[in-house]
T-cell receptor
Framework: SQQGEEDPQALSIQEGENATMNCSYKTSINNLQWYRQNSGRGLVHLILIRSNEREKHSGRLRVTLDTSKKSSSLLITASRAADTASYFCATATSGTYKYIFGTGTRLKVLA | DAMVIQNPRYQVTQFGKPVTLSCSQTLNHNVMYWYQQKSSQAPKLLFHYYDKDFNNEADTPDNFQSRRPNTSFCFLDIRSPGLGDAAMYLC???????????????FGPGTRLTVL
């Protein structure tokens, strides 16, 4: 399977703490994206990082990309209860229009 | 607002009874995707269209078919739903620049399919 792997599978933290999730993938990519999904709902796009970028910030989100290791991380700083959701990375496979999703991290932020 | 719309949001069908799920977009994007997402799993790509060019994933069952009559609409047909096809079905669009995908995907809210 081409599916990416994410770790941890589940993460439980206290409000105000930082949350870090990691994503590894298998193919060459054009970009990598992170999405959030609340239980039973659709996917919400969070941030996109292109293959020639190493780090990107958006509000409380920080994404890094290491194409030599085929890995990315998502850091959520000062987490809030509303951040409780599943987080997925998705890679745009080079030379195609295909996006492959990682296995996801379930984040629970305790108030 | 431009968006991706899926109808219905909830669909109940009987084992073996054909069902069609609908997706429409006002973004005028070239590419439309269908994903299947089972409980606590990642979305799994079933197929995608670049304009009218259909691209099937190798492991998508023959039971799943798709139609894209125009830029705005795309349909997912499940010819003989089984219990294992109960899932959330997500439609997405993107607008690649040139020959590669460089843009984000825009997702609809999904259709939750129940098979009795």
């Amino acid at each position: 399977s081409q599916q990416g792997e994410e770790d941890p599978q589940a993460l439980s933290i206290q409000e105000g703490e930082n949350a870090t999730m990691n994503c590894s993938y298998k193919t060459s990519i054009n970009n990598l994206q992170w999405y959030r999904q609340n239980s039973g709902r659709g996917l919400v796009h969070l941030i996109l990082i292109r293959s020639n970028e190493r780090e990107k910030h958006s509000g409380r989100l920080r994404v890094t990309l290491d194409t030599s290791k085929k890995s990315s991380s998502l850091l959520i700083t000062a987490s809030r209860a509303a951040d409780t959701a599943s987080y997925f990375c998705a890679t745009a496979t080079s030379g195609t229009y295909k996006y492959i999703f990682g296995t996801g991290t379930r984040l629970k932020v305790l108030a | 607002d431009a968006m991706v719309i899926q109808n219905p949001r909830y669909q109940v069908t009987q084992f073996g009874k054909p069902v069609t799920l609908s997706c429409s977009q006002t973004l005028n994007h070239n590419v439309m995707y269908w994903y299947q997402q089972k409980s606590s799993q990642a979305p799994k790509l079933l197929f995608h269209y670049y304009d009218k060019d259909f691209n099937n994933e190798a492991d998508t069952p023959d039971n799943f078919q798709s139609r894209r009559p125009n830029t705005s609409f795309c349909f997912l047909d499940i010819r003989s739903p089984g219990l294992g096809d109960a899932a959330m079905y997500l439609c997405a669009t993107s607008r690649p620049r040139g020959s590669i995908s460089t843009d984000t995907q825009y997702f609809g809210p999904g259709t939750r399919l129940t098979v009795l």
